[in-house]
């Protein structure tokens, strides 16, 4: 397993200089020694605004990308993992698991054609939280309409939103890469995290922090499955 050596900057002042932050406190070791892209290379990339912007950088270098924008709900690993098996193994969704059929419109059905044929695959993963009907135990995507102070209480009243456990979203990150080498053994696959305020994450007391943790715990986990 790797060893996780890069770290946060602890200076406001670094935030001045984020080219040199990101060199030095976040890519750190993990960059490769020579570029393995070229403007003949395939990308994939599937996300939110996040993956939005990797695609946008690597397309003003000349790469060609085909990206998936999608909302950051599926960011989890263990959506992720649904989202594919529908993709490429063309397994349905679990019973229940949608439970708004517009989380899935913009998902472009030849999304599994595509990987396929990629040189390179990006996702960027977010949350390590899942939703669970109380009722069934069933693991929901989201419940219905949950995003204003009324719809969060009605949620909250028929579902339970639980934090996964580690063993958990390793499995769920190595069926992810079991997926993608089933149909593209030699594709190279760069698993990210949604990022947070660099900003807040100095402050001691933030939410922010919390976040950064569980991202942190994410990184950790993927790196075990590459």
């Given at each position: 397993m790797r060893v996780w050596r890069s770290q946060y900057p602890k200076s406001p002042r670094r935030i001045l200089h984020m080219e040199e932050?990101?060199?030095s406190f976040i890519v750190g070791d993990y960059a490769p020694p020579a570029p393995f892209l070229d403007q003949a290379s395939k990308v994939i990339s599937i996300g939110s605004c996040f993956s939005d912007e990797v695609a946008k950088s690597l397309e003003a270098q000349g790469v060609k990308?085909?990206?998936s924008f999608i909302w950051d709900g599926w960011g989890s690993a263990f959506a992720l993992k649904h989202l594919l098996k529908y993709l490429i193994a063309k397994e349905p969704f679990p019973d229940g698991y949608l439970q708004?059929?517009?989380?899935?419109k913009r998902i472009s059905p030849d999304l599994g054609a595509e990987i396929a044929g990629a040189d390179l695959f990006v996702l960027t993963l977010g949350f390590s939280t899942v939703w669970i009907e109380t009722a069934t135990?069933?693991?929901v995507l989201e419940p219905t309409k949950f995003n204003t102070d009324r719809g969060m209480i009605q949620a909250l009243e028929l579902f339970e939103m639980k934090q996964s456990s580690e063993a958990d979203n390793i499995q769920a990150l190595r069926d992810i890469?079991?997926?993608?080498?089933?149909?593209?053994p030699k594709c190279a696959i760069v698993l990210t995290s949604l990022p947070c305020p660099v900003a807040r994450l100095i402050d001691e007391i933030s939410a922010g922090r919390r976040q950064c943790d569980f991202k942190g715990g994410i990184a950790r986990r993927a790196s075990q499955c590459l």
């Open positions: 932050t990101i060199e990308v085909s990206n708004d059929d517009a989380l899935f135990g069933r693991e890469v079991g997926l993608i080498r089933s149909v593209n």
